[in-house]
């Protein structure tokens, strides 16, 4: 029961304004307030019941996560389980948390969490400095922003024109600063003054497992939901699974967290209108000509001196730089991945001796089998022919490039086994196989409706962005096509096949070989008649894979009018003649076609027969993502010409060395380690 006061007299007035000041003061200690009380979601995508497998799992998660002391860095990841009752959990605390109070917050989640999904298999809780979320599914490197939850706090701000002048730039830079972290730490916080002497305190944060780009395009999704909800409201505060977002009129984290104010620049010098009284002068003449001369020499010989010294210290740092590199690229480098070796005899038990009952296909590295560990856990693995004369190779490059690489979009390298003669990659199993099983199939291609292929077509793209620019090492695949881009239980994209990539240095755009390897059909002129190559190569090839998306054809046929032509020939007459829309799949024609046109558009830039003029895959994800960005209009793309030409050009190669190419869906490898 709250308090009474009984107030007699003159003062009862003013009593009166003194009991209510502590009734709400009493009431706002009691009841939270909008901001503190935690948020949550509970999806609808299946239950568990309370003494089930998935729940011990998730019972064993938070304990383990709550107790590992990797949580004192503010995110972490983890799994447990196997399918179908594995589960996947992500925390993440407010980037100014402590140590201390991360693992506070985080452990009243749990239980707030199961107390309000008790039996969701996927749920996420929002507290007010962290976030606590796990599901039946994958959820690392995943950008999840459709559904925004948002609370709004305080009144109208009384003049909403000047104070979104203020908010507006505030919230472009924080976004902008978050989305620019690192891979431990996406987060930015910031105040500045706003009109009525008032002062507006902000704050971002995303994951730290999402790229830049999709950091900024869930802060920005976000954002753009303010107009609508809450324009020229003092505060509110929005979450989605991959970023949140909140602004206020008051300090809502402690203002010592935020980044310093950029220092003044330093006054500048005066020169003196005497020499300082410690130095001695000296008068002009012979004498201190004659210093002067001496210290001209010693000078210029100690420079030099110097300057020789250094020279040769770099001579001798690249060249042993170079000693070392070449040393690395040797047979020892395997040796830096040999955890992820596996031994023999285990992957034969889980192959049952490779039988040809599970043998899933055959490429140019060797046939494929399916296998099944004691755990339960389902794997693909690559055996080596013994007659493969390139096979070695890929399977060096493919275990040193794929073994670093981690992304939702990259088939997952789980291990290799070198023994003997023999030579295996073990991935993670896909079971949807490849996407020419069902593109270019005139059944299965039914089962990918547009809605399916769009998701595919994004997929892929933010693979190579992620190969590109947003991975610690850059790679150039160089042998994008159908049949690698694999499939997993749910349709998501996978690309696969590393064996013909490159390495690149960060600040390298273009590399040159001697050997020609790859498809044809997918490979750009550049790279056909000179053996150039760069990022805008798989630019050219993820062009070839958009239109054989949307057409449901091979590149180098198609089908309907003037069958046998080329699929770029037969793209670029129906864009002049405005007839694009012919050239979607048939099993399409009753969806949606301005998606379908645009990616039509977009595959005809990607395949520019000038590289300058090929959009970057950090530009074709913007294009696929946006509704309202203009897209240039596309000139004559490579490789337009009659048939009879595209004939002689393939079997003719311009250079002196040989062009080893495949025109049907296995690739060639020929290659020389980096």
Not at 651 to 671: K, Y
């Amino acid at each position: 029961m709250l308090p009474t006061f009984n107030c007699k007299g003159t003062m009862k007035i003013g009593c009166s304004k003194l009991v209510l000041f502590f009734c709400f003061a009493l009431i706002h200690l009691l009841i939270p307030t909008a901001a503190q009380r935690p948020l949550n979601r509970c999806y609808n995508t299946g239950n568990y019941t309370s003494n089930s497998t998935y729940r011990e799992n998730l019972d064993s998660l938070l304990t383990t996560m709550f107790n590992n002391s990797k949580i004192d860095y503010g995110f972490y990841n983890l799994s447990a389980g196997e399918s179908p009752d594995k589960v996947y959990l992500i925390a993440l605390c407010r980037g100014d948390n402590s140590p201390s109070e991360c693992r506070s917050c985080i452990n009243g989640s749990r239980y707030e969490l199961l107390k309000a999904c008790p039996y969701q298999k996927e749920a996420i809780i929002w507290g007010e400095t962290c976030s606590l979320r796990y599901s039946y599914r994958s959820i690392f490197n995943i950008m999840e922003a459709s559904t925004v939850t948002y609370r709004i706090n305080g009144a109208n701000f009384s003049d909403v024109e000047a104070f979104n002048s203020v908010l507006r730039p505030l919230l472009d830079s924080l976004r902008n600063r978050a989305a620019s972290g690192n891979s431990t730490h996406k987060f930015a916080l910031q105040s500045t003054p706003a009109p009525k002497f008032k002062t507006v305190y902000s704050l971002a944060e995303c994951t730290p497992d999402l790229s830049e780009l999709d950091c900024n395009r869930c802060l920005q999704r976000v954002q753009n939901i303010i107009p609508q909800c809450c324009d020229g409201r003092q505060g509110a505060k929005f979450v989605t699974p991959s970023c949140d977002l909140r602004y206020e009129l008051h300090p809502f984290y402690d203002s010592s967290a935020e980044p310093p104010p950029l220092s003044p620049p330093p006054p500048p010098l005066v020169p003196s209108e005497s020499p300082p009284p410690d130095l001695p002068t000296t008068t002009p003449g012979k004498e201190s000509n004659s210093s002067r001369t001496v210290i001209i020499v010693v000078v210029t010989t100690i420079s030099s001196a110097v300057l020789i010294i250094s020279i040769s210290i770099c001579i001798y740092l690249r060249a042993r730089n170079k000693e070392n590199k070449a040393e690395i690229d040797t047979d020892d480098q395997i040796s830096v991945v040999e955890c992820l070796q596996f031994d023999f005899g285990k992957i034969r038990i889980a192959t049952q001796n490779f039988s040809n009952a599970n043998k899933l296909g055959e490429g140019g590295f060797g046939p494929v089998y399916k296998g099944r560990f004691p755990n339960g856990q389902e794997i693909a693995v690559k055996r080596l022919s013994k007659n493969s004369s390139q096979g070695e190779i890929e399977f060096k490059n493919e275990v040193m490039l794929v073994a670093r690489l981690q992304h939702r979009h990259l088939v997952r390298l789980l291990g290799f086994c070198l023994e003997g003669d023999e030579r295996l990659l073990v991935y993670e199993f896909l079971p949807n196989a490849s996407l020419d099983c069902f593109i270019f199939d005139p059944i299965k291609r039914a089962q990918l409706n547009w809605e399916k292929r769009y998701k595919i077509i994004g997929g892929i793209a933010r693979g190579l962005l992620y190969l590109h620019e947003d991975s610690q090492l850059r790679i150039i695949h160089r042998d994008l096509k159908a049949s690698n881009i694999l499939l997993d239980a749910y349709m998501n994209p996978k690309i696969s096949d590393f064996g013909m990539a490159r390495l690149f240095q960060i600040d390298q755009t273009q590399g040159n070989t001697n050997r020609i390897v790859g498809t044809y059909g997918y490979m750009p002129p550049e790279y056909v008649l000179h053996g150039q190559f760069s990022v805008k190569s798989d630019v050219f090839s993820f062009g070839i894979l958009v239109l054989e998306m949307v057409t449901g054809q091979k590149n180098h046929t198609i089908c309907g009018e003037n069958n046998g032509e080329g699929l770029l020939n037969y793209a670029w007459k129906k864009w002049k003649d405005g007839t694009t829309s012919n050239l979607v799949d048939p099993t399409l024609r009753t969806d949606s076609t301005i998606e379908m046109m645009k990616c039509i558009h977009i595959g005809l830039l990607c395949v520019q027969e000038n590289v300058v003029n090929r959009p970057t895959m950090a530009s074709v994800v913007l294009m696929l993502n946006s509704e309202s960005m203009t897209l240039s209009i596309p000139s004559r793309p490579a490789f337009v010409t009659d048939s009879h030409t595209r004939s002689s050009m393939e079997t003719t190669p311009s250079r002196s060395s040989p062009v080893q190419a495949s025109v049907n869906n296995v690739s060639i490898t020929e290659l020389d380690p980096r």
